[in-house]
Antibody
Framework: EEQLVESGGGLVQPGGSLRLSCAAS????????MHWVRQAPGKGLVWVSR????????TYADSGKGRFTISRDTDKNTLYLQMNSLRADDTAIYYC???????????????WGRGTLVTVSS | SYELTQPPSVSVSPGQTARITCSGD??????AYWYQQKSGQAPVLVIH???KRPSGIPDRFSGSSSGTMATLTLSGAQVEDEADYYC??????????FGGGTKLTVL
């Protein structure tokens, strides 16, 4: 069974750091772009970052540029998101998601984890 | 900046047809996708590439797109379809972009 399981969320003070992990199983991890998507309490889905199959290409939404670093370990089949200088508005459920190329060569998400909650508060 | 615009809420009675729209200037050139998110759960893909239904999604879910508007249609909505629905596409730079979401109420 194809599966994504996030971990690493928790309560952190403003200005602090946190590293999220996403363990993948049931598919060839290195064959897919992987993404982080977040959802603030009561709000909509917002894309955060993506990384290509071998980890050499990364992209970030403006909200995380300079603060977040996405990476992956293909030996461990694990995706990461290192988050530094955290702010209250980073409070959200963070989902990892598998990217899949559509017929128009743009990517969508065809597998999601259940998410991990990050709370930034003093 | 490019946006995908959805109505905040749609309400229907059980058995009626619900339509959720998604408006975006880029949609004539790009596919729309639809995700269902039930309370406390991860999103689930219900429509891809405007109108294709993944395996396991009931055939009461359908999608269409014309010009700058994509539409998700639930024919014969059921109480279990009550959820938030998000349209998805990519922005002018090819970055992932979600609509604001539509809360579907079936009662």
């Amino acid at each position: 069974e194809e599966q994504l399981v996030e971990s690493g969320g928790g309560l952190v003070q403003p200005g602090g750091s946190l590293r999220l992990s996403c363990a993948a199983s049931g598919f060839i991890f290195s064959a897919y772009w992987m993404h982080w998507v977040r959802q603030a309490p009561g709000k909509g889905l917002v894309w955060v970052s993506r990384v290509n199959g071998d980890g050499s290409v990364t992209t970030y939404a403006d909200s995380g540029k300079g603060r977040f670093t996405i990476s992956r370990d293909t030996d461990k089949n694990t995706l990461y998101l290192q988050m530094n200088s955290l702010r209250a508005d980073d409070t959200a459920i963070y989902y990892c998601a598998r990217g899949y190329r559509g017929a128009d060569n743009h990517y969508y998400f065809n597998l999601w984890g259940r998410g991990t909650l990050v709370t930034v508060s003093s | 900046s490019y946006e995908l615009t959805q109505p905040p809420s749609v309400s229907v009675s059980p058995g009626q047809t619900a339509r959720i729209t998604c408006s975006g200037d880029g949609l004539p050139k790009k596919y729309a996708y639809w995700y269902q998110q039930k309370s406390g759960q991860a999103p689930v893909l219900v429509i891809h590439e405007d109108s294709k239904r993944p395996s396991g999604i009931p055939d009461r879910f359908s999608g269409s797109s014309s010009g700058t508007m994509a539409t998700l249609t639930l024919s014969g909505a059921q109480v279990e379809d009550e959820a938030d629905y998000y349209c998805y596409s990519t922005d002018n730079n090819g970055y992932p972009l979600f609509g604001g979401g539509t809360k579907l109420t079936v009662l």
